[in-house]
């Protein structure tokens, strides 16, 4: 035992001794210092931020300029690995300026750490550049990453008197100027944003961030968004309705919501704007959470949760409404077309009279989960489906509103507060609803297939009645019932002739004869996908109440 303990402590001795004889490390300012084979040695793997902080003049303890000047210490010279770690900053910072440098632009990646940076001036993130902080801020408590903008009422002394000046907190774009009027010159590839909190704190005609110009590579994965609840203000803003810079972004678990300080809340407040202005849009959209209305103490809330005009886009799993009148609203800033809406839930919309236009023209205090906004005009919705619509309780009185096609499925009833499936064709009429309605046919006798999927004859009298067609779009499916009159002559149907395959309708008296229809190709005929079901009753049975 005596003898091992001898030569654990000769090695240590000789360790100690080859250590002291090379204590420092030649390298670049911020570079961590690492034990290497031959003694201390400069690491490459990261740049430390904290280390380019002025300690005295203008700038001084000003985080943002450290961080901006160890990017670009990375973009320059012999130090081009580019990570920069600045999660050594930890607590309430000073941000005077944009912590991406204006020159020189860089490309790698920023950590940031446990820190609110109290920002005078848009963060406007570089291409190629991605940025990832260490979370959501928690509640109403200040944590982990939170970009928050500066309001010189609130007396917090790392804005020194200053408030916030720009449209937007966090914006992509090129040489400190956010991205917007000069696609594709200014689009950002590659530059994705995660695990942070965006805070407008409260200011009005404020956006907590605004995605023009991004595209593949680039969007907001595992954010939050606070403060936008004041007049004229957004959550977050993607593609400036334009041009088509934000073709292929994507934006994954979102939460958009309004925290304890920041509880003055006004209609015209969006929290979540989509607008690819007739082009084409992000990739993908999904994971999104809006609480609308929490913690504004008054009874005003902003109108719309989630507005939403895209091309080839993806939306899916968006919980909205939280005290807000509409939950998604489609199509009310541009065209919207080959765009997939799935998982769409509203819980607790709040009714606002007079708060916001329905359809236009209608400003009836109405809750609705998703409302199509189209017009048929500049703002067309086509080959758009929605899949899983709903409400949880309280219900939304509508889950489906559809402006252009006058067609509202309401809550409760045969939609059981939920619509499988609902499309919207080619030429923006009904393609084909699982929710209803049932277009109850009367007088004239037409298959108006805008009316709804189910298109239902009842007899009462006896006699011929002859069909005409409506409003036929190329793929529409209809469902025809015919339910022969309970009493006296049966009546007899006669088909148009773009109706083939259509089956004679069963003469016995309280019967019911149904038979399912395509639409052809070039949207002029309709064909019989199979024979027709026959419902008879028989000795003490009915076929019940179609």
């Known amino acids: ?58 700038n001084a303890n000003d985080a943002c300029v450290g961080i901006a000047a160890a990017i670009a210490a990375t973009a320059s010279g012999s130090s081009t690995y580019g990570v920069v770690d600045a999660r050594g900053f930890v607590g309430p910072q000073i941000c005077s300026q944009s912590m991406f440098p204006t020159s020189t632009p860089p490309t790698g990646k920023l950590l940031l750490g446990n820190a609110v940076f109290y920002v005078q001036t848009p963060q406007v993130q570089p291409t190629r550049f991605q940025v990832q902080g260490t979370g959501w801020r928690s509640g109403n408590t200040d944590s982990n990453t939170v970009i928050r903008a500066c309001v010189s009422s609130q007396s917090v002394s790392q804005c020194n008197g200053h408030s916030f000046s720009g449209a937007a907190v ?93 509880n003055s809340c006004t209609t015209n407040a969006v929290p979540i704007i989509v607008n690819s202005g007739g082009f084409a849009g992000p990739k993908f959209i999904k994971g999104v959470t809006v609480a609308t209305g929490h913690n504004c103490q008054n009874t005003t809330y902003p109108y719309d949760s989630f507005r939403f005009s895209s091309e080839e886009t993806s939306l899916e799993d968006v919980l909205v409404c939280q005290k807000s009148s509409i939950g998604l609203r489609v199509g009310a800033d541009g065209p919207v077309n080959d765009v997939t809406i799935r998982g769409v839930q509203s819980g607790e919309c709040f009714a606002q009279s007079g708060a916001g236009s329905l359809c236009d023209t209608d400003n009836s205090a109405t809750t609705a989960t998703v409302v199509l906004d189209g017009n048929g005009t500049n703002r067309k919705i086509t080959n758009t489906t929605l899949i899983s619509i709903g409400a949880v309780s309280p219900p939304a009185n509508d889950i489906i509103r559809d402006c252009r096609n006058n067609i509202t499925i309401k809550s409760g009833g045969n939609s059981s507060n939920a619509v499988a499936q609902y499309t919207v064709g080619p030429a923006g009429l009904v393609f084909f609803d699982t929710g209803g309605p049932v277009n109850l046919i009367t007088s004239p006798a037409t298959f108006d297939l805008a009316l709804g999927y189910i298109q239902q004859y009842a007899c009462t009298v006896g006699g011929g009645i002859a069909f005409t067609t409506a409003n036929l779009q190329p793929g529409a499916q209809m469902e ?65 109440t179609p």
């Not at 409260?202 to 954010?223: I, N, R």
């Not at 009159?485 to 006669?494: E, F, H, R």
């Not at 019911?512 to 419902?535: H, M, P």
């Open 1 to 58: 035992m005596k003898r091992k303990m001898i030569l654990i402590l000769v090695s240590v001795s000789l360790y100690a001794g080859h250590a002291m004889g090379q204590t420092t490390c030649t390298g670049t300012t911020g570079q961590p210092c690492i034990q290497g084979s031959s003694g201390p040695v400069a690491s490459t793997v990261f740049v430390d931020a904290t280390q380019f902080v002025p300690t005295s003049g203008t």
């Open 170 to 262: 966090w914006c992509w774009g090129v040489a400190g100027t956010c991205n917007g009027n000069n696609f594709p010159g200014d689009t950002a590839y590659g530059s994705l944003t995660q695990y942070m909190s965006f805070d407008c704190n409260g200011l009005q005609l404020c956006t907590d961030m605004q995605a023009y110009d991004v595209g593949e590579g680039s969007g907001c994965w595992h954010c939050i968004f606070h403060g936008w609840a004041s007049s004229g203000s957004k959550g977050l803003a993607i593609c400036n309705g334009t041009n088509a810079g934000c073709a292929n972004s994507t934006f994954e678990d979102l939460n958009v919501t309004i925290d304890q300080n920041n």
């Open 480 to 544: 025809f019932v015919f339910v022969q009159a309970a009493t006296g002559s049966a009546c007899t149907v006669t088909y148009p002739s773009n109706m083939h395959g259509a089956a004679t309708v069963s003469p016995t008296l309280g019967s019911t004869t149904t038979q399912k229809f395509i639409v052809s190709n070039g949207g002029t005929d309709l064909y019989a996908v199979a024979g027709a079901s026959i419902c008879t009753p028989g000795l003490g049975t009915t076929c019940g």
